[in-house]
């Protein structure tokens, strides 16, 4: 278990040194999570087991095969005093308002937020 006053992240996650966590109320991540690339989060968040958040994704806008295409970075925002159930996956350009309630298995898209 790796703790700061503000983020207590479970020691099976895995948390890129990209990763903003805003001071205030303690963040507390479960357990397998994965968490990449350009996310801030607000204060006070539960983030369930087993969420993902990635900012990076590949492109496809032609027919090349999607290795040979760009990878894109949107980043992603979230609230303060957000919920995000197990399993949820959180996609770049995602921007989550505080107070938000994450469902369980929920696939968050930029067009879905």
Known sequence: MHRLP?????AS???ADTIVVKRGR???MNWGCF???DIEIGEGCL???MVIATSTSHAYTDTRPIK???????KIIIGEHVFIGAG???LGGCIIGNGAV???GSVLTPRSV
């Open 26 to 28: 303690k963040t507390i």
């Open 6 to 10: 503000w983020f207590q992240i479970d």
């Open 47 to 49: 983030i369930g087991p």
């Open 35 to 37: 968490f990449s690339g």
């Open 68 to 74: 040979d295409q760009v990878v894109t970075n949107e």
């Open 88 to 90: 949820a996956i959180i």
């Open 13 to 15: 996650s895995f948390v």
């Open 102 to 104: 994450i469902g369980a």
